[in-house]
């Protein structure tokens, strides 16, 4: 046998070899399943990502999390439809599997995360949701203007404005560092549910690798498009998606963005998928 024949193949991203013996691998059955097409502009038009967070662990999430027990999903994706006129942009919508900080009764009540305005909002109960979303997605008064035509997302996160009020039990607070959400939902689709958790797992593991614990923070999340590309990353606040993420490529994609490294960056466009909308 030659030796290029011998030579193993070498992925372009992380520069692992393939199977890596250093990263878990996901199962066969699982990797024979992926979509290798093209990823670019597989992502659905959006502004805003909403995220609810509740207890309730990934893998008990129906295949529709309106599904949920308590219906706050549902009504919650009924506010945002009603006043999406008035809205006026898409908002991507999902559950994120959290211990919460919630004081009522959990299927009745959330924490909502909120990106790119990086922001957490604790505490929500089911009777509370229509008054958080127009202040914050109708009457746009948040950390970050998106109805603003003047300046860019990255500039409104530079400067130092003010948070949204809400009533007294309702806390809100800036989320800092780097966000990594990650698709987890099984009984949507097995490729994430099997898929999310590993990816998870190597972030929490490279995050305390490199004692970068108080500075990297993930979510699991559910069901965002293009299961077919799991494992299925969006960083935030860039607001930019990636898809056929492996454990491999959790190092260089923490180390781009915590660094900024553009170098770092371009390393990673055979995975990219798109990017939260900022034009208008």
């Not at 670019?40 to 949920?68: E, Y």
């Not at 972030?203 to 590309?229: C, M, P, Q």
Request: proline share 5%; aromatic share 8%.
């Amino acid at each position: 046998m030659s030796s290029t024949e011998d030579k193993p193949s070498i992925d372009p991203c992380s520069g692992c070899e393939m199977p890596c013996s250093k990263h878990a691998t996901y199962p066969p059955e699982i990797c024979q399943e992926i979509d290798h097409g093209s990823m670019v502009g597989s992502v659905d038009k959006h502004r805003r990502h909403l995220c609810i967070g509740q207890s309730v662990p990934a893998s008990q999430w129906p295949k529709d999390v309106k599904d949920l027990q308590g219906d706050y999903i549902a009504e919650l994706s009924r506010v945002l439809k009603e006043k999406k006129a008035s809205i006026g942009y898409a908002v991507k919508l999902t559950s994120a599997s959290v211990v919460t900080t919630t004081s009522d009764d959990p299927s009745h009540s959330a924490d909502w995360y909120i990106f790119p305005d990086q922001i957490k909002i604790s505490n929500i109960n089911i009777e509370q949701i229509e008054q958080v979303i127009q202040t914050i997605f109708v009457d746009d008064q948040s950390v970050i203007k998106i109805k603003d035509q003047t300046k860019s997302i990255e500039e409104q996160l530079k400067e130092d404005s003010n948070l949204p009020t809400f009533d007294d039990n309702i806390k809100c607070e800036r989320l800092h560092g780097l966000w990594l959400l990650v698709c987890c939902h099984y009984q949507r689709d097995q490729r994430c549910g099997v898929i999310g958790p590993m990816l998870i797992d190597e972030i929490e593991k490279y995050a305390r690798e490199t004692d970068r614990t108080d500075n990297v923070h993930w979510l699991k999340i559910s069901h965002i498009g293009g299961h077919k590309f799991a494992g299925n990353v969006i960083v935030y606040p860039s607001g930019t998606w990636y898809g056929r993420v492996l454990t491999c490529h959790i190092p260089l994609l923490i180390d781009a963005y915590a660094s900024s490294s553009e170098e770092l960056k371009n390393k990673l466009k055979p995975l990219y998928r798109g990017h939260l909308d900022t034009t208008w």
